[in-house]
């Protein structure tokens, strides 16, 4: 089993940054893509961006240009850099892991962008 615990969100005013991380332990080895996805209240949960175990990366289009995905050298850690946040990033940022065995979600974070 992998266990995700993100951390880094909060309250920031539009166009500023936050950086979260995802922290994963267990059966780490076993993680091919570690992704972000949101959720905005009463809709439905949406793809941020993704990275590879090689280090490819990919982007839903909403955080194309303001969003970086990065992981760690022991790749145990995956950060979420957002910058020029607007009120529309406001959400529940969750980080999962794509792994051989199973997908898994940490617990989410909550982000809000004030206008």
């Known amino acids: 089993q992998v266990q995700l615990v993100e951390s880094g969100g909060g309250l920031v005013q539009a166009g500023g940054s936050l950086r979260l991380s995802c922290a994963a332990s267990?059966?780490?080895?076993?993680?091919?893509?570690m992704d972000w996805y949101r959720q905005a209240p009463g809709k439905q949960r949406d793809f941020v961006a993704r990275?590879?175990?090689?280090?490819?990366?990919n982007y839903g289009d909403s955080v194309k240009g303001r969003f970086t995905i990065s992981r760690d050298n022991t790749k145990t850690t995956a950060y979420l850099q957002m910058n020029s946040l607007k009120p529309e990033d406001t959400a529940v940022y969750y980080c999962?892991?794509?792994?051989?065995?199973?997908?898994?979600w940490g617990q989410g974070t909550q982000v809000t962008v004030s206008s």
């Open positions: 267990g059966s780490i080895f076993s993680i091919k893509n």
């Open positions: 990275i590879s175990r090689e280090g490819r990366t």
């Open positions: 999962a892991a794509d792994s051989t065995l199973s997908y898994y």
